[in-house]
């Protein structure tokens, strides 16, 4: 293999590459977000950038998958499942669809990617628990991708803390991973001159799904809660937020600016709000390294007190960013 930061620079500057393309497409094509009450931007931009990201991930996925003989039948439901989830979500950026039929259409790529999982580490858990994260964390960043930046710096964090949790193949398929969002970033942050649309949004989720999944047959069953930590952020968010409008009897699938990302947004803006975000999983990250992961007792309160942390900040910026 390269050399890391041939790597992480080729990779980069090929996605970044397309993602030039991609806007050229979206502009001849009109494929814009417009803005609205339910949005955070306040200028029609280009949607449907995230699929530098995907095409990229896909192509050395495959060349992965080439060399990584014994563990084939992850990959075998990892890449078609990314397809599926890329696709349903460009369809859907150029013609809206049915949220029920595009959370059909993602089960099916979450029962592939289980079905890798258990074919791979010959147990049922990790089958279930890929497919409970594909199925989460496809919307999750769905609903979290909302202002500049934040989606892509997210998945990019999380891709370097499982890069570090990882060996073999699936390690440089994190670092892949992180090098596509460094490529699609200078187009998203500070400012937008193009968004992920659906087809990056989910896809990013799915592919952060495909490294937990790869892990879950890997690591020590100890050290698996830590699979959570680089979620934090999005997870407390989406989580806490989504409940409320439950509780509230609202129409929680359908698009709103309840999130605290974008009333933090209305305030201070998208990028003092993208870059507390990248702070706090900064840190968390950071500490779940330092701290002793070889045991439960170690990694069950760490895990405990990032989310207890995370949740309380939650509450407290949401009083005091009230609109």
């Not at 620079?9 to 050229?24: E, P």
């Not at 964090?157 to 398929?173: C, F, I, K």
Request: hydrophobic letters at 55%; a positive charge; aromatic letters at 10%.
């Amino acid at each position: 293999m390269p050399s890391l930061v041939v790597w992480l620079a080729l990779i980069a500057s090929v996605t970044a590459a397309a993602t030039w393309v991609a806007r050229q497409y979206a502009l001849r094509g009109n494929l814009m977000d417009q803005p609205g009450d339910r949005r955070s931007h306040h200028v029609a931009t280009p949607r449907g950038g995230g699929i530098s990201i995907v095409l990229v991930v896909l192509v050395v996925g495959c060349y992965l998958m080439s060399r990584d003989l014994s563990g084939r039948a992850l990959w075998i439901g990892f890449l078609p499942g990314l397809l599926i989830v890329a696709g349903i979500g460009w369809w859907d950026d150029h013609r809206p669809l049915s949220p029920w039929l595009r959370l059909a259409v993602q089960a099916v790529a979450a029962l592939m990617l289980a079905a890798g999982a258990g074919w791979q580490s010959g147990h049922w858990l990790p089958a279930l628990l890929a497919f409970g994260a594909a199925m989460v964390l496809v919307n999750v960043w769905n609903f979290m991708d909302g202002i500049n930046g934040l989606a892509t710096t997210q998945a990019g964090l999380a891709a370097v803390a499982y890069s570090g949790l990882l060996a073999g193949e699936w390690r440089w398929l994190a670092l892949a991973l992180l090098a596509g969002c460094l490529g699609f970033l200078p187009f998203n942050f500070p400012k937008a001159r193009i968004f992920l649309g659906d087809v990056g949004s989910g896809a990013l989720g799915f592919m952060l799904a495909g490294l937990i999944a790869a892990a879950l047959t890997t690591v020590p069953p100890a050290t698996a809660p830590l699979l959570l930590i680089p979620l934090t952020a999005f997870l407390v968010d989406a989580g806490f937020t989504l409940a409320g409008r439950i509780l509230r009897g609202e129409r929680w699938w359908t698009p709103h600016v309840g999130h605290l990302y974008q009333r933090g947004s209305r305030r201070f803006g998208h990028t003092a709000v993208t870059l507390v975000y990248m702070a706090f999983g900064s840190i968390s990250i950071l500490l779940s390294v330092a701290w002793p992961l070889t045991t439960w007792a170690a990694t069950i309160p760490m895990v405990a007190l990032t989310y207890g942390v995370g949740g309380m900040l939650w509450v407290l910026l949401r009083r005091g960013w009230r609109d």
